[in-house]
């Protein structure tokens, strides 16, 4: 039971990025909003499923999954957020004191998910290499809004050698509920991102002679519709630091 | 333009089931609640992706959706259903009066959508073949619950010979948008069926030699969660008479 191990460690007070453990268990995103907000997230996700597929809806207050038996999650994420009024009030490793009896929690599936099924194709995934976080960034590219809520979306971005994109591309693709496919291969600029060296979440890595950068959809995106759209409140993973959960990433390959 | 023709036509008052019309065209079952309710029954989709796989969802009182542009859900499906305190209050052709502006409608996928597939790979689609509406069946699988909302899984059935079951099931499988495979094969007691004969919403068609009813996962599924649950009000679209989308059933081909 890796996974319940490194959510105890994560309980316990250890904090780092959870890219590359606990292979072959998916990794999802958290957010967590008023039940006032609950059907305009649930809504976001449904209209825009590419950054924000959603695994489970907890129960109002409720912090049990069930991708996660055991888990509890205002503790087992290496490191949260919290959001007043759309802007960033507070980094913590335990959300405990955060969390609401009106808090509706949402998993939305992570591209960690598909990782080690890249590494089996013998792609190399450049942030697990280095043991550092994805890069993570803002993109121009709106999503379809859902009510009060709005923004943009985020993409995660890994170095590919242009002969393995179409593989990349294959594979991750059999993986819909964890973001699929990569929406975009090469210029940054054509997404806004000004820079590949200023991640805005997570850690830079470096591109090398012949790998373009390849981006998928990211679940950090609804921290950006928090931050847009003004959500009162609100307790997130922090970019990268996710729950790890029991269940195979096998069971959202189509 | 032919679904905009057929649309037109049960605007103008025709009223008949839409199984074989429009082939190449996705269908879809229509459930409008009040506001109140749309988080559950978003998260009862979310929950229940087999028998309620959400398509679109309109925006608070639009009878407007973007699976077919220029289409008014008040009158462009062939005949609704009207629910007070989960008893059905009326069936009617045209539901523009019993609209609110506080109803969020819910477009759910519909296996009619992969019965063009079944027909084009060489298999008889009984219900189609005798022009008449899909048998469709109560069973005792409970759907997990969201909130307020619960109920059982509703199925449509397709009598299909026992070479062919697998194509069957391989074919639809393609669509998990419009319920995907199969839920069941063979024996209807297990689903707690009493008869085949006796449908529960559309017509009965008969078994032949050879052939085993095959059961696929129903949109009409939240209307019985609207019955067992008393939800306060609902409009829905009646069993079979479904709106026909712009959209080409391709679309929900993986």
Known sequence: MIAA???????????RPTAGLAPGHAQANLIAVPRD????????????????????VTDPGSPFTDLAPGADLR?????????????LAEETPDATSAWRDDLVAFLIGCSFSFEAALLAAGIDVRHI?????????????????????????????????????????????RFPAVHGAPVHVG????????????????DAVPLRD????????????????????????AV??????????????????V
């Open 75 to 87: 503790t087992d994420l290496p490191l949260y957020r919290v959001w007043r009024d759309g802007e």
């Open 236 to 253: 997130t993973h922090s970019p990268g630091h996710m729950l790890i959960t029991d269940v195979p990433d096998t069971r959202y390959q």
């Open 129 to 173: 290499a280095l043991g550092c976080n994805v890069p993570m960034y803002r993109t121009n590219v709106a999503c379809r809004p859902a009510g009060r809520l709005h923004g943009g979306m985020v993409v995660s971005m890994r170095p590919i050698p242009a002969g393995q994109i179409a593989l990349a591309a294959t594979i991750s693709g």
């Open 5 to 15: 191990q490194l959510r105890s460690s994560f309980r316990a007070g250890e904090v």
């Open 187 to 202: 210029s940054p600029s054509d997404l806004g991102i000004a820079s590949l060296d200023s991640p805005d979440f997570g």
């Open 210 to 233: 012949g790998e373009l950068p390849v981006f998928w959809a990211c679940g950090v995106t609804p921290q950006v519709a928090v931050m847009a759209s003004g959500v009162p409140y």
């Open 37 to 56: 907000w609950a059907f305009e997230m649930l809504l976001y996700g449904q209209r825009n499923p590419r950054p924000c597929p959603v695994l489970d």
